[in-house]
């Protein structure tokens, strides 16, 4: 109930804001991908006698299966690069702001605050753990204004709608991605394929989010489970 009350909050507060001020938000994440394609089982609708065709059957590899994780982020019309995190790098608050924050966030901000300016461009993180400590005392010393985020809410952060893009376009490719290799190239091409029109149109939703944020009571909203459907619609 106390998350509730402050999504509830959080969308009241946010409720006018105008697309030129979402635009100046800079959305960013992590986000893991995996040769499996999807990172829930998947269902396949089929007839009984269907049960063994090769587009009902999710295949295993002799490889076994991999995953990587992605930093990536996007303000207004533009995205940053993805960055991938080394397989068996453990990402903490020191290396998120050694990794991502120092070399990649903050230079990137600083393009869109020219681009943007002279508003201020907003910075948006989630809550995760590797987002405290080193990292918030490497903000404070660059004085990088940010978004206070209610918990627990990816409908919210327009961020998860690029992943869940990219989960799609894994899930239409299902089982082709054999290797790290093979799934790397796929997410770069996932990502490479968003257009400008995508980000922007994302940014004139968030009204609409916050309102539903508000009908529910700060509970969920379809924007929570709007990637599971799209990812069912895909097998």
């Not at 001020?21 to 269902?43: A, D, L, M, N, Y």
């Not at 080394?86 to 998120?96: A, F, N, Q, R, T």
């Not at 991502?100 to 461009?121: C, D, N, Q, T």
């Not at 190239?185 to 994302?202: F, G, H, T, V």
Request: charged share 25%; aromatic share 12%.
């Amino acid at each position: 109930p106390a998350n509730q009350k402050k999504r509830v909050q959080f969308a009241e507060d946010h409720l006018d804001w105008t697309f030129e001020q979402w635009i100046r938000v800079f959305w960013t994440e992590e986000s893991s991908f995996s040769t499996k394609g999807f990172h829930c089982r998947p269902w396949v609708i089929r007839l009984p006698e269907e049960e063994y065709y090769p587009d009902c059957i999710d295949e295993t590899f002799d490889q076994g299966r991999t995953s990587r994780m992605a930093w990536g982020g996007f303000c207004g019309q533009y995205k940053t690069d993805l960055f991938w995190v080394p397989g068996k790098v453990k990402i903490d608050s020191l290396e998120y702001r050694d990794s991502i924050l120092l070399p990649r966030l903050i230079p990137f901000w600083e393009e869109m605050a020219v681009a943007y300016g002279p508003e201020p461009v907003l910075v948006v993180e989630d809550g995760a753990s590797r987002h405290k400590g080193h990292a918030k005392r490497a903000r404070e010393a660059y004085a990088l204004p940010c978004v206070q985020w209610p918990p627990q809410s990816p409908d919210l952060n327009l961020i998860e709608a690029l992943w869940g893009d990219m989960e799609v376009f894994l899930g239409q490719n299902w089982g082709r991605a054999k290797n790290e290799t093979e799934l790397l190239q796929m997410c770069e091409a996932a990502w490479a394929s968003i257009s400008p029109n995508r980000l922007l149109d994302l940014c004139r939703g968030m009204r609409a989010r916050l309102e539903a944020v508000i009908a529910a009571g700060g509970k969920a909203t379809p924007y929570q489970v709007e990637l599971t459907k799209s990812q069912l619609s895909q097998t």
